[in-house]
Antibody, heavy 119, light 110 residues
C-alpha cells in the first residue's frame, strides 16, 4: 500500500531555510504519471498547495511562493525534498506531502509535520 | 492571484442532502481543472474523496458524489451521517499545472 511520511525540523528561526523530506513507499517516482506534491496548513486555516514534482522531473510551483521554493526527487531513495528559503513566522504550518497522479489529482497523504517559525 | 471560493459553512440534518460548491476567480470551472474533493476532520490529515470531477476512490462512501454545477465544481452528500461532520476542501489544477485549494466548507450535522 502507498504510504508517505514527512520529516524535518519542528522549529526554525526567521530568515532560515527549511528543508523537508518526504519518504514514501508503495510506488515508484519513475512510473509514468506519478508525482509527489507538498501542501501546507497554518493552524486553524485552509490548505495551501505549494509544489509538485513528476516522474519525468517536471516541476510546478505555487506562483506566490515560487521564488522561495525548490522541489527535488531522489528516485533511488524514494524521497522528495522541499526547501523553502527566508522563513517567516507566517510560514508556521503543518506541512504535508501527497501522492499525485497526473490528470487525476491527489489520492494519498502523509500524516503531516508541524513546523514552527520563531526566534 | 487565483482564488477558489467555497461556502464557509453549511448545516444539514442527519439523513439529509447537502451540496458544496467550488468556484474559480478565473471563470467557469470545467473538467479540465480536474476538480478534487477532500474531507478533513480535526487533528487529522485530509482524506481524498473525489478526483477528476466525479470519480470516487475505492474508499469513498457511495453517498458522496462530484459534479459540475452552474460553472462550479460540486460535492453532494446524500443521506448524511453524523461522521460526515468535517471540513471539506476542493482543489483545482490550472493551466500552468499548479494547484489551488478552495477556502474550505465546514459541514455541521445537526
Amino acid at each position: 500500500q502507498i504510504t508517505l511520511k514527512e520529516s524535518g525540523p519542528t522549529l526554525v528561526k526567521p530568515t532560515q531555510t527549511l528543508t523537508l523530506t518526504c519518504t514514501f513507499s508503495g510506488f515508484s517516482l519513475s512510473t509514468s504519471g506519478v508525482g509527489v506534491g507538498w501542501i501546507r496548513q497554518p493552524p486553524g486555516k485552509a490548505l495551501e498547495w505549494l509544489a509538485l514534482i513528476y516522474w519525468d522531473d517536471d516541476k510546478r510551483y505555487s506562483p506566490s511562493l515560487k521564488s522561495r521554493l525548490t522541489i527535488t526527487k531522489d528516485t533511488s531513495k524514494n524521497q522528495v525534498v522541499l526547501t523553502m528559503t527566508n522563513m517567516d513566522p507566517v510560514d508556521t504550518a503543518t506541512y504535508y506531502c501527497a501522492h499525485t497522479r497526473q490528470f487525476y489529482g491527489i489520492d494519498y497523504w502523509g500524516q503531516g509535520t508541524l513546523v514552527t517559525v520563531s526566534s | 492571484q487565483t482564488v477558489v471560493t467555497q461556502e464557509p459553512s453549511l448545516t444539514v440534518s442527519p439523513g439529509g442532502t447537502v451540496t458544496l460548491t467550488c468556484a474559480s476567480s478565473t471563470g467557469a470551472v470545467t473538467s479540465g481543472y480536474y476538480p478534487n474533493w477532500f474531507q478533513q476532520k480535526p487533528g487529522q490529515a485530509p482524506r481524498a474523496l473525489i478526483y477528476s470531477t466525479s470519480n470516487k476512490h475505492s474508499w469513498t462512501p457511495a453517498r458522496f458524489s462530484g459534479s459540475l454545477l452552474g460553472g462550479k465544481a460540486a460535492l453532494t452528500l446524500s443521506g448524511v451521517q453524523p461522521e460526515d461532520e468535517a471540513e471539506y476542501y476542493c482543489l483545482l489544477y490550472y493551466g500552468g499545472g499548479q494547484g489551488v485549494f478552495g477556502t474550505g466548507t465546514k459541514v455541521t450535522v445537526l
